[in-house]
C-alpha cells in the first residue's frame, strides 16, 4: 500500500475554480468571505495569500484552544476556569468555520457555549463559589497516576491522527464547503445514519424521563 | 482577498454600526415620548427642537460621570461584561438581508446583507444564547448581592426562553426547508407572511424576544423594585452607558429578526405590479424593511407601558408550562399540515 502522507492542513487550500464561483451560497470560511462579504461571484482570490489567512485563523485559533484549555484546569477560581472554557468552545467553533463546517460550528456556540457553560456558570453563582484557596495538597500517587493516564491517552491520540491522516482522501477536502452545510448534513442524518440518530434521541428521551422522575423525589 | 471586497465589506459594517447607534439615541428618545403619551405627559422638550437632542444631552452628562468600581469587585470581568453585551447584540444584524436584489457599487454588484450564511436562523440563535453572558459575568463580577441575584435570574430566564424562541423557529425553517433568512425572505412573497402561516409560533416568538431582550414584562434581571438595578446596580458612567446601549441595540435586533422571519422581511406586495426601476424597487425594499422593524420598535415600548412586570414564579410557569408545550404544538402542527398540503 502506497503510503500518501497528506500533513495536515485547513481544508480551503485547495479550490477548485467551481468552488469559487459558488461560495456566495455556502461558507463562511475566512477565504471566502470577499465573496460572501460582497456578494461577487467573480473574484478570484490569489491561492497564495489565501493559504496565509487560513493558516494565520488556524495558528491563531488553535493557540487560544490550547492556552484556554490549559487556564481551564489551572485557575483556582471556579468562575475563571468556566469562563476560560467559553472561550475555548469558541476557539474551537472557530476551527471548525476553517474547516468549512459552518454547520458544526454553529451548533458548537449554541449547545456548548451558549446552554452548557450558561447552566455551569449558573450552578457556580448560585453555590456562590468564591476564591476558597484551594489548599492544595500534594498528592504524589495521584500525579503519577494522573500523567502516566495523560501520557497514555496522548499516545492513543497521536496514534488515531498519524492513521487517519494517512487515509485521509483529497476528494473530501475538495468537497468540504459543501459537507458542511445544514443541508448535506440533514441528508446524512435523515437518510444514511436515520437508525443511530433516532436510537441516540430514543436513548436522550428515556434519560430526560429518568432525570424528571429522579428529580421528583417521591420514594418511600 | 481584494482590496476593494475587503473596503465594501467595512464600509456596510459601518454603515449598519452607525444607523444602529444613531437609532438607540433617538429610539431612547422615542420611549420617553412614548412613555408619555400614555400616561398623558408631555415628555422630554427642553432640549433642541421638540425636545429631540435630549438623549444626545444624557449620553454626555453620562461621559462625564466619574466611573465607580467597587473596590472589592473583579475589575477586569467588570469592564468586560458590558463590552461582551454590546459586541453580540451589535454582531446578530450581520445577517440580516434589507433589500431583494444586489445593488451595483463601484462597478460590482454587492448583496444587501453583511454576510449572507447559510445557518442564518442558527447564527441569530446562537448570539442570543451567548448574551446572557454579558449580564451574567457583571452581575458576578461587581460583587452585590443585588447584581448577583440579577444576574442568576437572568441566566435561568434566558435559558428558559430560548427553548421556545428556539423550537418556534423551526416551524418558519420546516416551512421554507432553508435556514438561510434570505430564503426565509423571498419564501414570504405577496401576503404569504409567516405570520400568516404560522400564528401561534410568530405569538410564542415574539414573547420569548421579550424575554431575550429584558425588556418589561419580563425585566426581572433590573427589576428596580426589588433588586435596586439588578446586574447593572454597580455600574456608572461609560460602562452603564454601554448596557444601555446594548439593551436598546438588542431591542432593534429583536425587531429587525422578527420582521424578517414573520412580517415578509423586505417584501413589498404587489410590487413587481408597479413596474418600477430596479434602483427604486429595492429602495422601496429597503423602506419596507426599516418601516416593519420601526413597528415593531413601537410595539416593544408599547407593550412597556402597558403590561406590569411578571413575578419570577410566573415567568417559569409561562415558560415551561405554556410557551414550551405551545412551540412543540406548533412544530407537529406544521408537519401535519405540510404533510397534506404537499
Known amino acids: ?78 468562575l475563571h476556569s468556566a469562563l476560560f472554557l467559553i472561550l475555548n468552545f469558541l476557539a474551537l467553533a472557530v476551527l471548525y468555520l476553517s474547516l468549512q463546517a459552518q454547520f458544526i460550528a454553529v451548533i458548537q456556540v449554541i449547545v456548548y457555549a451558549g446552554a452548557i457553560m450558561v447552566l455551569v456558570l449558573f450552578v457556580i453563582m448560585l453555590l456562590n463559589l468564591r476564591e476558597e484557596n484551594h489548599r ?15 501520557a497514555g491517552i496522548l499516545l492513543i491520540f497521536v496514534q488515531a491522527i498519524i492513521a487517519a491522516s494517512v487515509s485521509y482522501p483529497s476528494s473530501l477536502a475538495r468537497n468540504a464547503a459543501e459537507i458542511g452545510t445544514s443541508s448535506a448534513i440533514g441528508d446524512l442524518l435523515y437518510r444514511s445514519f436515520v437508525f443511530p440518530f433516532e436510537m441516540a434521541s430514543i436513548l436522550l428521551l428515556a434519560a430526560i424521563v429518568g432525570a424528571v422522575v429522579l428529580a421528583k423525589k417521591r420514594f418511600p | 482577498m481584494d482590496a476593494v471586497g475587503v473596503l465594501i465589506a467595512l464600509l456596510k459594517i459601518v454603515v449598519l454600526f452607525a444607523v444602529v447607534l444613531l437609532t438607540v439615541a433617538e429610539l431612547v428618545y422615542f420611549e420617553r415620548k412614548i412613555s408619555a403619551w400614555i400616561q398623558n405627559r408631555i415628555g422630554p422638550n427642553r432640549v433642541g427642537p421638540a425636545g429631540l437632542l435630549q438623549p444626545y444631552a444624557d449620553v454626555l452628562k453620562l461621559l462625564m460621570k466619574e466611573d465607580v468600581v467597587p473596590a472589592a469587585a ?113 419564501h414570504q412573497a405577496g401576503w404569504m407572511w409567516n405570520i400568516v402561516l404560522q400564528p401561534i409560533g410568530f405569538v410564542t416568538f415574539l414573547i420569548a424576544a421579550f424575554a431575550e431582550t429584558n425588556r418589561l414584562p419580563f425585566d426581572l434581571p433590573e427589576a428596580e423594585h426589588e433588586l435596586v438595578g439588578g446586574y447593572h446596580t454597580e455600574y456608572s458612567s461609560f460602562k452603564f452607558a454601554l448596557f444601555y446601549l446594548a439593551e436598546y441595540a438588542n431591542m432593534i435586533t429583536a425587531s429587525a429578526v422578527i420582521a424578517t422571519l414573520y412580517l415578509g422581511g423586505w417584501q413589498v406586495p404587489g410590487l413587481s405590479r408597479l413596474g418600477l426601476s430596479t434602483g427604486a424597487e429595492i429602495a422601496m425594499q429597503i423602506g419596507a424593511f426599516l418601516a416593519k422593524t420601526a413597528a415593531m420598535l413601537f410595539f416593544f415600548q408599547w407593550v ?39
Open chain 2, 74 to 186: 473583579n475589575r477586569f470581568l467588570h469592564a468586560l461584561a458590558p463590552v461582551v453585551s454590546i459586541s453580540i447584540a451589535l454582531a446578530a444584524l450581520a445577517v440580516v438581508p434589507i433589500a431583494g436584489s444586489p445593488v451595483t457599487l463601484f462597478g460590482r454588484s454587492v448583496i444587501p446583507v453583511i454576510a449572507d450564511i447559510d445557518v442564518g436562523v442558527l447564527y441569530i440563535l446562537a448570539l442570543s444564547s451567548m448574551g446572557v453572558y454579558g449580564l451574567t459575568i457583571g452581575g458576578w463580577a461587581s460583587n452585590n448581592k443585588y447584581s448577583l441575584l440579577g444576574g442568576l435570574r437572568s441566566s435561568a430566564q434566558m435559558i428558559s426562553y430560548e427553548l421556545s424562541m428556539g423550537l418556534s423557529l423551526i416551524g418558519v425553517v420546516m416551512i421554507t426547508g432553508s435556514l438561510r433568512l434570505d430564503e426565509i425572505v423571498r
Open chain 1, 136 to 150: 492544595c495538597r500534594s498528592f504524589p500517587r495521584r500525579h503519577l497516576a494522573g500523567i502516566l493516564l495523560g
Open chain 2, 304 to 342: 412597556r407601558w402597558s403590561i406590569p412586570r411578571f413575578r419570577y414564579d410566573q415567568l417559569m410557569n409561562l415558560g415551561w408550562k405554556v410557551m414550551f408545550p405551545a412551540a412543540l404544538a406548533n412544530i407537529v402542527l406544521t408537519a401535519l399540515v405540510l404533510l397534506f398540503v404537499e
Open chain 1, 1 to 78: 500500500m502506497k503510503r500518501k502522507r497528506i500533513a495536515y492542513r485547513p481544508v480551503g487550500d485547495d479550490f477548485s475554480p467551481m468552488l469559487i464561483s459558488t461560495s456566495y451560497d455556502m461558507s463562511l470560511f475566512p477565504g471566502h468571505t470577499s465573496s460572501i462579504l460582497t456578494g461577487t461571484t467573480r473574484s478570484i482570490i490569489p491561492p497564495a495569500r489565501l493559504v496565509t489567512f487560513s493558516t494565520l485563523v488556524f495558528l491563531v485559533s488553535s493557540a487560544t484552544a490550547v492556552v484556554t484549555g490549559i487556564l481551564v484546569i489551572t485557575r483556582s477560581s471556579a
